[in-house]
């Protein structure tokens, strides 16, 4: 009997899998009744959570991988403050792109050309209704997302997924934040105008005029042909606006260096600086590439990665289908969400090259095996499913380092609680910070 190569990694067993694509489908599921019947989502949307919670809390008891949760701790708290610190810096940017061309050159300029966009407006007419109102319902969003990765973490409890979970969402928020900086980069880089070009006077109070920097270094040779050519031959900003005034400037302390980017108003100078990025949301501009989709395409490699089956399948489904909803409804052009697709699924594929908690693991369970390899060809020659057994446990307690122990001491059993209520704060804020999408 011909053994099995030593470098397959054994998979999880199918029974927690078989649960974890059934909850995934039933979350989105339930979700999508607010749109149907508002009444049943009232009642089967808390008793869904219910459920998840309490089968997650009985099975921290019983989860046998504490030690490598506790490892990945570290990774996980340096990437979400990482992550973190890259959300701020695309907050600023977000306002900034906003607020450096004024008020006035976001009504008057359109929306640029998007034959995505045509080629959905043709298929509403040749599809049959029925089809095109599926495309058109709003089936998942952002959150929906978010949540299914903080489902794919936790499945880890049911054996679903390969440990640690901690050390797979600390290569997401890594991971994140590196799409996060690569797309701040992006936009800040070339403005485009907004597909929605109302977006700006409904959402923002900044200026109406430009910057004084874009007075002097853009609006001379924005419109004239004959001022393009010209500073194309001298390379020399020549132009002289007429802009008025000065901007307004608030009393932010130290942090007071943030009025040149985010330009606030007389009515706005009393806030505090923070207040004007809560209120940035998603920006007026088109933000090349789409956050939203880089979101929905990390989810959907971490569960092709760690999960895989029907359910990754389906994930990459609504990945589509949110693509196509966010040109539909002109919240991105089809640039952006085509970008964000081969980003996230570059960006994810380019961290497992060097991600450190699950190479470890890799390269010591390859070692063991290729010590216990004539073992287990003898015990499969013997059909010996028994010894076979016990020599694979024998790798993952050598490779986890007592990764078979269940939480017996108090700062285990501390760090599993805490690890729990942390994840629980997290789910919770997740929904609060995503509610406007």
């Known amino acids: 009997m011909r053994s099995p190569p030593i470098s397959r990694r054994r998979r999880p067993s199918r029974g927690g ?21 508002p009444s049943w989502h009232e009642l089967l949307q808390p008793a869904l959570w219910a459920v998840l919670a309490i089968a997650a809390v009985i ?12 490892r990945a701790a570290v990774p996980f708290i340096l990437s979400m403050i990482f992550m973190l610190s890259a959300l701020l810096l695309e907050m600023i940017s977000v306002r900034s792109v906003t607020a450096v061309l004024g008020l006035d050159w976001h009504n008057a300029t359109p929306p640029l050309p998007d034959v995505g966009q045509w080629l959905l407006l043709a298929l509403n007419e040749k599809l049959p209704p029925i089809l095109v109102e599926i495309l058109r319902a709003r089936i998942i969003g952002l959150h929906h997302f978010l949540m299914l990765f903080i489902m794919l973490g936790f499945s880890v409890l049911f054996n679903s997924v390969e440990a640690p979970g901690l050390g797979l969402a600390a290569r997401y928020m890594f991971t994140m934040g590196i799409g996060r900086l690569l797309r701040a980069v992006a936009f800040v880089s070339t403005i485009l105008p907004s597909p929605r070009p109302w977006c700006a006077s409904a959402r923002f109070q900044v200026p109406r005029d430009p910057h004084p920097w874009a007075q002097k270094y853009y609006v001379p040779y924005a419109k004239d042909s004959n001022a393009i050519r010209h500073i194309i031959q001298h390379d020399v900003a020549y132009g002289v606006s007429g802009g008025n005034g000065v901007d307004f400037q608030p009393n932010w302390g130290s942090m007071n260096f943030l009025a040149d980017f985010l330009r606030p108003t007389v009515s706005e100078g009393a806030s505090p600086w923070y207040y004007l990025l809560k209120r940035a949301g ?18 959907a490699m971490a569960w092709t990665e760690a999960y895989g089956g029907y359910t990754s399948a389906l994930i990459w489904m609504l990945v589509a289908h949110s693509a196509q909803r966010e040109i539909r409804e002109r919240h991105h052009y089809s640039v952006d969400c085509i970008v964000a697709i081969y980003m996230g699924v570059f960006l994810w594929r380019m961290t497992r090259l060097f991600w450190p908690i699950k190479d470890n693991s890799r390269y ?14 003898q015990a499969a020659k013997d059909d010996d499913m028994e ?45 609060v910070l995503t509610s406007d999408g």
């Open 364 to 377: 010591k369970r390859l070692s063991k095996l290729e010590k216990v390899q004539s073992g287990l060809v």
């Open 17 to 37: 899998s078989v649960g974890l694509g059934i909850a995934a489908i039933a979350y989105v599921g339930i979700d999508y009744l607010r749109h149907l019947s």
């Open 387 to 431: 010894r076979v057994r016990k020599l694979l446990e024998e790798v993952d307690e050598e490779v986890g380092g007592g990764v078979g122990e269940k939480p017996k001491s108090g700062a285990m059993w501390l760090f599993s609680g805490a690890t729990i209520f942390f994840t629980i704060v997290v789910v919770l804020l997740a929904f």
């Open 282 to 299: 998603g920006g007026c501009n088109d933000l090349l590439y789409s956050g939203h989709m880089l979101v929905a395409v990390l989810t």
């Open 59 to 70: 099975r921290v008891p019983f989860y046998k991988h504490w030690s490598l949760e506790l």
